[in-house]
């Protein structure tokens, strides 16, 4: 008798797994089907490239291997000749300048105009507004702006610059000038993104922590080195890794305004990359995309770096 009540209770059991078994399976086919998209767009347009890059450092890709696909293998032949030319000094030099001094620029000011904007006031919302259009211009348009206000001949700014008793300046044209002419036009640039960031990285701020520290007595540097500076660190984080990712593959500005000149006075690898890969009659292609993939590993290790420090901070 008690067999006859067994059966059927273990058949039901065995019915009850194999149905969980198979919404658990419809369950990770589902998630399968929404993940496909992101993966399959992850390995098209940057898992390929990237390789696509790192294969062309490692040939001696001419125009027509280049077509037909059968370059010799060169190995780190190229990544030599990028490091042995004489412009690598000077464009690494160039990179770091444009990248801290825009990096830091950006962030101190960008951080102010979040703090200004911080005490609402009537036209706020208006004027973070028009903060953003430098960042919703497209970059041909911003470069050929400054490129316009900087002209040694009819540029606005030489213009203000005489009212003043002040010669005009060669921006563009100068050696000692030029790098510092992108700088400032990248620099304005960045700024709207980081006011964004850092005015949504204030706003998550409490105020009672505030009303605490001007309780205790704290000043508004005090506030402001002790409470807003700590507590907005990690969003300072992510803003200075995203503009460094950001910066150092800066090309449209550089190339519009100076194209890297005069005599490579504003070349940085982004420029670098672009010229030795196309813009000669006889392209360097596989040179071309080792300076590229330097590039690359240099983000990648600032991001490392950033993960790394994360972690760190992360309650155990």
Aim: glycine fraction near 8%; proline fraction near 6%.
């Amino acid at each position: 008798m008690s067999r006859v009540i067994q059966e059927p209770v273990r058949t039901a059991r065995t019915t009850a797994r194999r149905r969980r078994a198979a919404r658990a399976r419809s369950g990770q086919w589902a998630a399968w089907a929404f993940l496909a998209p992101v993966v399959l767009y992850l390995l098209v347009f940057y898992a390929y490239p990237l390789y696509r890059n790192v294969e062309l450092s490692l040939r001696n890709y001419t125009v027509r291997s280049f077509v037909q696909g059968d370059a010799p293998f060169a190995g780190f032949a190229n990544y030599a000749k990028v490091f042995a030319d004489a412009t690598f000094g000077p464009a690494l030099w160039h990179t770091v300048v444009f990248t801290l001094v825009s990096l830091a620029f950006q962030f101190v000011i960008g951080l102010a105009l979040a703090l200004f904007f911080l005490k609402n006031f009537r036209l706020s919302a208006t004027l973070r507004g028009l903060f953003l259009v430098p960042w919703l211009l497209p970059l041909i348009v911003s470069g050929s702006t400054w490129s316009w206000m900087l002209n040694s001949d009819s540029g606005v700014v030489n213009a203000v610059l005489s009212w003043f008793g002040i010669g005009p300046v060669n921006w563009l044209t100068s050696p000692d000038w030029s790098l510092w002419s992108v700088v400032i036009a990248n620099i304005w640039i960045g700024i709207p993104f980081n006011l964004v960031v850092l005015y949504s990285g204030l706003q998550a701020i409490p105020p009672a922590i505030y009303e605490a520290a001007a309780l205790d007595g704290a000043g508004g540097w005090q506030r402001f080195w002790k409470v807003t500076f700590p507590l907005l660190r990690p969003v300072s984080a992510i803003t200075l890794l995203l503009g460094l990712v950001y910066t150092l593959k800066v090309f449209d500005i550089i190339w519009i305004m100076t194209k890297g000149g005069p005599s490579g006075a504003s070349t940085t690898f982004a420029t670098w990359s672009y010229r030795l890969g196309f813009g000669n009659l006889v392209p360097s292609f596989g040179p071309g995309a080792a300076v590229g993939n330097l590039l690359i590993v240099t983000a990648l290790v600032f991001g490392l770096v950033y993960i790394r420090a994360q972690r760190r901070q992360a309650p155990l």
